[in-house]
């Protein structure tokens, strides 16, 4: 998830290469020992915020403290008026 106005939104997709430089909120509820590893093994050097409630790390992402990354099934219920999402490809999958 990216706030309204990161230059990452100009791109209609992205890669982890794409998030070499970024601060990355990073969910400990589960996310963060699949998301972690798959991005040190892409060489992601980021810097990780690492926080166990959604809607705090969500509000992290407003704030303009990171980027996160997290399932679409975490997205039903939030309200999105300035947070927006990019899928990667190539599409990240992960079994929780």
């Not at 403290?65 to 975490?74: E, K, L, N, T, W």
Request: hydrophobic share 50%; with cysteine; charged share 25%.
């Amino acid at each position: 998830m990216l706030r309204v106005g990161h230059s990452l939104l100009r791109k209609k997709a992205l890669s982890l290469e794409d998030l070499k430089s970024q601060k990355i909120v990073l969910l400990t509820n589960g996310c963060e020992t699949v998301i972690a590893p798959l991005l040190e093994a892409a060489g992601c050097r980021a810097e990780f915020v690492r926080n166990h409630l959604a809607m705090t790390a969500l509000n992290m992402v407003r704030e303009g403290i990171g980027v996160a990354i997290a399932p679409r099934s975490y997205l039903a219920d939030i309200d999105m008026l300035d947070l927006r999402c990019r899928a990667f490809e190539p599409m990240l999958k992960w079994d929780l």
